[in-house]
């Protein structure tokens, strides 16, 4: 199973920025969908953005659409979240995830592995 190592979190004000990176390892990152999902304290992980294994398809969460672009780069297996002009209620651990890509879908649940997380606190 595929490791994944999330980095980039941190405390930022709000409006500012943060770039969200997560480095996979293993040889079949490049054909497996990659996401961003967040989970707030007392809240459900949801899903932030996803993309597919060649770039092809990306889905954006309402919330985020606009500020939140992702991107991957197979030949280096990583996966990006630039996160723009952020607001105190984008506050959560965010986690990297991949799955096997028969289907393109973005629930968390569909998801088979995942990394430990990277906190972005946004203060107001």
């Known amino acids: 199973q595929a490791q994944l190592v999330e980095s980039g979190g941190g405390l930022v004000q709000a409006g500012g920025s943060l770039r969200l990176s997560c480095a996979a390892s293993?040889?079949?990152?490049?054909?497996?969908?990659a996401g961003w999902f967040r989970q707030a304290p007392g809240k459900e992980r949801e899903s932030v953005a996803v993309?597919?294994?060649?770039?092809?398809?990306?889905y954006s969460a309402e919330s985020v659409k606009g500020r939140f672009p992702i991107s991957r780069d197979n030949d280096k297996n990583m996966v990006y979240l630039q996160i723009n002009s952020l607001k105190p209620e984008d506050t959560a651990t965010y986690y990297c995830?991949?799955?096997?890509?028969?289907?393109?879908?973005?629930?968390?649940?569909?998801?088979?592995?995942w990394g430990q997380g990277t906190q972005v606190t946004v203060s107001s």
């Open positions: 995830a991949t799955r096997v890509a028969t289907r393109f879908t973005t629930a968390p649940h569909e998801f088979g592995s």
């Open positions: 993309i597919s294994w060649n770039g092809s398809n990306i």
């Open positions: 293993g040889r079949t990152f490049r054909s497996k969908h």
